[in-house]
C-alpha cells in the first residue's frame, strides 16, 4: 500500500506510520494515535499497531495533551499509574502532542510492557521529530475533508 496514494485513507497511513515509528525505536512493542473529535473536547482512538487490541493510557495522553510537551515516561517513576497502565502492562513509553502551528490535533505514543526498556532522550528527540511529521500529515488530511 502506497500511503502517498490520493485514496489512502488517514486511518491506514497512520498505521503505516506507527509501524515504522515501533520498529524504528528499539525499545517500543507497539503504538496509538489518539485525535480531537470536531469539537476539541475528546480524544478518540484513530490508529494503533500492532494489529491486536490498542493499548494506551488516557490519562498519559491527557496530561500530553493538556501539557503540550512530549516526555518520557518510566513506570517506576510514577507510583500512581493509573487502572489502564496496570491493566495494560505499560512500563515506559513516549508521548507527543500532535499540532500544527497553534492547532492541537491529538497525541502519539509508543510504550513497551518490559520492565528492562529503557526509552531515551534521543528517542524522545527522534519521536518528536516523527510526530510532527504525522501532524502535518493529520492537518493536510482534514483541510482535504
Partial sequence: MDVFAGGSSLEASLKLALEAIVNGIEPAERGAVLLLNEDHTRLEFRAHFPEYKPAFSSTLAINTLNSGSAFVWKRDTDAAASSSIKRLNI?????????????????VCVDSTHSSAQFSG?????????AKVLS???CASKEDH
Fill in 91 to 107: 512500563q515506559g513509553g513516549l508521548y507527543a502532542p500532535l499540532g500544527f502551528g497553534a492547532n492541537s490535533l491529538g497525541v
Fill in 122 to 130: 534521543d528517542h524522545l528527540s527522534d519521536f518528536v521529530s516523527m
Fill in 136 to 138: 502535518v500529515s493529520v
